[in-house]
């Protein structure tokens, strides 16, 4: 049996240097905690690459790409979701990618490009396959058990991912994405000022399969199950797109656009489920009512890992070594509703936070993407950011945070998933607001209570 697993392993190795793929011969370190790999192998896209590898785990485990939105970062993603305290529960392997793709809402993961529109074109979708296929070897992950998810421009790359390599992922779950091939250049990226993006988008079930059909023609196999999640309040990625995704995987798995049933899982979710005729679930959509452009959010993870059908693997508790977030339930129809944790501890004290911001804006609207960086020596446990929004700018959604009100004075408070922030750590935050001219960023930021500084 080992010999015929290695053979398996050495063919798929084969296979991906055909593709320019190259796997560097180390040896892997085990560890509980985010490591970053260099030299993982063919890397067009310029990407960095993170891992976590749960210290509980079966001898073949699987992989999960988790993947950020503009603006972020495989670490940031990291301490912002709840996916390694999941991995902890069921020894699966996360890779998270840093997209380094300058594109106007900072560094964004590249689904505009002709490049990154071919089946092992170049570009980030060929870097990204370097980290699964290093992953295969150096940690024995299970090249049949790959399984790709992100939040916005991540989940944009998870519907790309799923379109180019229909026989390499399992399945996807995509948090405010958009269907493969629907930006169509460089030019019609990023999405504040984007065709595809603009609210107007609408393409036949048909014209919507056939982009995905047309990467790999040749290609008969089974297709990538798929689950979507959309907020009805999104403004900048917009909520009617969620149907758009829905008319394409349902046309490229040959079903019909009525779901075969729908239910509520969870209060303020709507989730419809398209199945085929062997009763096998293969798109899902989840509508979160009145969510903004801010998701996932607390269980939502928990929820995709269920889907993927990962939860039956072994369960331990969370290593002190993860982003500390609650234990999510394993069920799709349990996790609690999105919510602030407990009150902040006590103040850091002053000069023992800084915060980094960065605005991209366009005609009347802008997105402020924000970091946090504990500088002191002791974790912060619950968090409230204080900030005051320049004049005629007014916060429309958010992501990461609660925030009230929505103009002049504003409070940003964590998330149940994000509530600690430990000594030299950093959580990332951000939002999209409308202006009447004035783009400027807010003149100071006290983290509960204590004045930051500036980077």
């Known amino acids: ?30 560890a509980a905690s985010l490591v970053e790999v260099t030299n993982f192998g063919s890397n067009p896209g310029g990407m960095r690459m993170h891992v976590y590898v749960p210290d509980s785990r079966p001898a073949n485990p699987a992989i999960v790409v988790a993947m950020h939105g503009c603006g972020g970062s495989g670490p940031g993603f990291y301490s912002g979701s709840e996916f390694a305290s999941l991995a902890n529960q069921y020894g699966f392997i996360v890779i998270y990618p840093s997209a380094m793709q300058e594109a106007g809402f900072g560094r964004c993961f590249d689904t505009w490009s002709d490049a990154a529109k071919r089946r ?38 998870t519907q790309h991912m799923l379109a180019l390599y229909p026989d390499r992922f399992k ?3 995509s948090f405010m994405g958009v269907p493969f091939n629907c930006f169509a250049n460089a030019a019609d990226y990023p999405p504040g000022s984007s065709q595809c993006t603009g609210g107007g988008m609408n393409r036949t079930p048909q014209q919507w399969g056939d982009a995905v059909r047309q990467v790999n023609p040749s ?8 689950q979507l999640w959309h907020g009805t309040s999104d403004t900048l990625v917009p909520y009617s797109l969620l149907q758009e995704s829905i008319e394409q995987w349902t046309n490229v798995h040959g079903l019909g656009q009525t779901p075969t049933s729908s239910d509520t899982p ?11 005729a062997s009763g096998t679930v293969r798109v899902e959509a989840l509508s979160i009512q009145g969510a903004g452009h801010s998701l996932p959010s607390s269980g939502m993870a928990a929820a995709a890992v ?76 619950g968090w409230s950011l204080v900030f ?37 750590g950093s959580v990332s935050l951000g939002f999209q607001a409308t202006h009447t001219g004035n783009t400027a960023k807010p003149a100071s930021f006290t983290l509960n209570g204590a004045a930051c500084a500036i980077a």
Request: glycine share 10%.
């Open 219 to 226: 290609f008969t196999g089974t297709r990538p199950r798929v």
């Open 120 to 157: 092992d074109g170049g570009s980030d979708p060929v870097s990204i396959m370097s980290m699964v296929a290093y992953a295969v070897l150096q940690y024995g992950g299970d090249a049949n058990r790959v399984f790709a998810t992100g939040s916005s421009s991540g989940g944009m790359m």
């Open 306 to 381: 269920a889907f993927f059908g990962l939860t039956s693997g072994p369960s331990t508790p969370p290593s002190p070594s993860t982003p500390a977030s609650p234990s999510p339930s394993p069920s799709p129809s349990a996790p609690a509703s999105p919510s602030p944790s407990p009150s902040p501890s006590a103040p850091p004290g002053t000069g023992s936070c800084r915060v980094a911001s960065v605005i991209d804006a366009w005609n009347n609207g802008l997105v402020e993407n924000i970091t946090i960086t504990n500088t002191g020596s002791a974790a912060v446990n």
């Open 266 to 276: 969870q209060a303020n979710w709507n989730r419809r489920r398209y199945a085929d």
């Open 171 to 173: 399945a996807g779950a």
């Open 388 to 424: 005051t929004l320049p004049g005629g700018q007014a916060i429309t959604s958010g992501w990461n945070a609660v925030y009230a009100p929505t103009s002049g004075q504003v409070t940003a408070r964590n998330l149940a998933y994000n509530a600690a922030i430990p000594a030299g």
């Open 1 to 30: 049996m080992k010999k015929i697993k290695r053979k398996l392993l050495l063919a798929l190795a084969a296979s991906l240097a055909v593709a320019g793929v190259t796997i560097p011969a180390v040896q892997p370190a085990f």
